[in-house]
């Protein structure tokens, strides 16, 4: 009989897959002796149905990989699992697994291993022994206590030293081609030594042939995939490989669309002149920024310099033609409240096209776990592992990031609030902390809001604080498409519009056929705004924008 493998196959959402499954499974994809089976859910799904399919299947080995955001979970369904099959061997891997696996395991006896580091050669190892577990000492990167003495046998970390030899996870069978994106790991290993990070110390860097990059592509693309995300974790720690990899990108436009890791301090004039010529909408772009202040970034062991830094994420944000995403991390070591309220400003100011504030993870396996009393960080001793407190950020203050956070993604990364909540930010250094208590206070910040209630909260407080850009927020609101009978659209004029002598068109083309309205100017002398809409599509926003006087 085969060796019968059930995969946990736990996702934080359906648009998720982990490459884990298919990339170890592909080493090993031509072993007739073993059996592959899947059970899938996501992290908030309810871990009785997974149990039972489980133990239904009555597998040899149960296995799966953890790390931030499935960890609890998984642990609640591998636990109840192990509970019913005794016998089964449960086997872990993941990024959750770089640091003390010892404790860990003492700490949960029903884990048999875990596997530290990069599993494909190491995973296939101990498929030919799993079942003799006299043998799993030969088996790099395994940790397990001996099942009679309790013993603690640790192999060190796992690195595969030929990463381009491995077998493709898309070469597997168990690879799933029904998400909307598919992540393609490039790279393996950073140059960078960033103390948070889980690849700060993952040495040497080992990269793929631009051929095989080529044809792994041509792969995607054939699967009818648009979206691929680019797992190398500084894309242009090389500067001529990254040209070639933007030149390589460029021929699958307009098919597909590329999120790439990227250093704003290590932009070459050649590829800064490579990135302003790309087409438009085939490069999202992850400024790693972290903090905009040198002290914080030399602590945290970011290489690359503030000034740098600060002049290559300029540029990227006044490429017309590509997305960036800065990326700022309240709870690092030095890094003050306000501070972070000052770097939100400035990356506004620079146009960054969003902006994401997280709290910082203390990570098994990094500088920063092993140096958290050192720097005066408190962290839970939970998965996540967020930060709970440093010398520099109180408990409350680390709150108020994560709140200001959800203003962020609510209203500044929301293409339809973004303008405008640029412009408040930049107007009034107020402004982000006092809507910010205006959202705590209506009790609204951790809710779901849709666009339309955020268009209501902001033309609201507007009126209220900010009289002189309520009117943008109209503007806002209507170029997004909302109701002209709801109250941030109530100056608006929709009867019977006609089209003034004269007028500067901004957008589209008039014709007698589109449905006219019109925003007055805040005075008299102002020119309002004309709006034209489709009238026989029916079309929710405006085709037609125009300045003039009604």
């Not at 309205?517 to 709006?531: K, N, R, S």
Request: proline fraction near 6%; glycine fraction near 6%; hydrophobic fraction near 40%.
């Amino acid at each position: 009989m085969p060796t019968k493998i059930l995969w946990i196959d736990l996702n934080s959402s359906y648009a998720h897959s982990s490459l884990a499954l298919p990339a170890l499974h592909a080493q090993v994809a031509n072993r007739e002796d073993v059996e592959w089976e899947i059970v899938s859910a996501t992290v908030n799904e309810n871990p009785g149905p997974m149990v039972s399919c489980i133990y239904r299947s009555r597998p040899d080995i149960l296995a799966g990989t953890a790390w931030l955001f499935n960890h609890e979970m998984l642990l609640h369904i591998a636990s109840r699992a192990k509970a019913l099959l005794p016998e089964c061997i449960l086997a872990l891997g993941g990024p959750e697994f770089l640091g003390d696996n010892e404790a860990y395991l003492r700490r949960h006896p029903y884990i048999n291993c875990v596997f530290r580091g990069e599993g494909e050669e190491a995973f296939a190892q101990w498929l030919s022994c799993w079942n003799r577990p006299e043998q799993w000492s030969t088996v790099d990167g395994l940790c397990y206590l001996n099942a009679s003495d309790g013993i603690y046998t640790d192999q060190g970390i796992a690195r595969v030293q030929h990463f381009d030899r491995l077998a493709s996870p898309e070469e597997s069978y168990l690879f799933n081609w029904s998400k909307p994106f598919v992540q393609l790991e490039t790279t393996r290993g950073c140059f960078n030594t960033c103390a948070f990070c889980v690849s700060g110390g993952e040495k040497p860097v080992r990269t793929l042939s631009i051929d095989t990059i080529a044809r792994r592509l041509e792969n995607i693309r054939r699967h009818g995939i648009h979206d691929v995300r680019v797992l190398d974790r500084t894309f242009n720690y090389h500067p001529e490989r990254a040209r070639q990899l933007l030149l390589l990108f460029r021929q699958f436009h307009p098919d597909l669309r590329f999120h790439l890791e990227i250093h704003p301090a290590l932009l070459t004039p050649p590829l800064k002149e490579l990135l302003a010529e790309m087409p438009s909408g085939l490069l999202h772009l992850e400024a790693g920024i972290q903090s905009l202040h040198e002290d914080v970034l030399c602590t945290s062991r970011r290489a690359g310099g503030l000034k740098e830094s600060l002049e290559g994420l300029h540029y990227l944000c006044s490429l017309p033609n590509v997305v960036t995403h800065a990326d700022l991390i309240a709870g690092l070591p030095l890094y003050h409240l306000k501070q972070i309220f000052d770097d939100i400003r400035t990356l506004a100011d620079y146009r960054a096209g969003e902006i994401q504030l997280e709290s910082l993870k203390v990570l098994p396996g990094t500088e920063m776990r092993r140096r958290a009393s050192e720097w005066g960080i408190s962290y839970s001793p939970l998965p996540p592992y967020e930060v709970l407190m440093t010398r520099e950020i109180t408990p409350e203050e680390l709150q108020t990031a994560r709140l200001l956070s959800r203003l962020l993604d609510g209203f500044y990364n929301s293409e339809a609030w973004q303008e405008v909540t640029r412009t408040l930010i930049l107007h009034d250094t107020d402004f982000l902390p006092a809507f910010l208590d205006e959202l705590i206070r209506l009790n609204v910040i951790d809710q779901p809001l849709s666009l339309e209630r955020r268009g209501f909260l902001l033309y609201d407080f507007c009126q209220k604080h900010y009289p002189t850009f309520a009117r943008q927020v109209s503007q806002a609101w209507i170029e997004a498409g909302l109701s002209l009978k709801k109250k941030p659209a109530e100056k608006v004029r929709t009867k019977r519009q006609t089209p003034p002598e004269h007028w500067q068109v901004l957008k589209g083309h008039y014709h007698p056929g589109l449905r006219l309205c019109f925003l007055p100017a805040d005075t008299e002398a102002g020119q309002g705004i004309w709006y034209g809409y489709e009238s026989e599509i029916q079309a929710v926003r405006p085709v037609f924008k125009a300045v003039g006087t009604e």
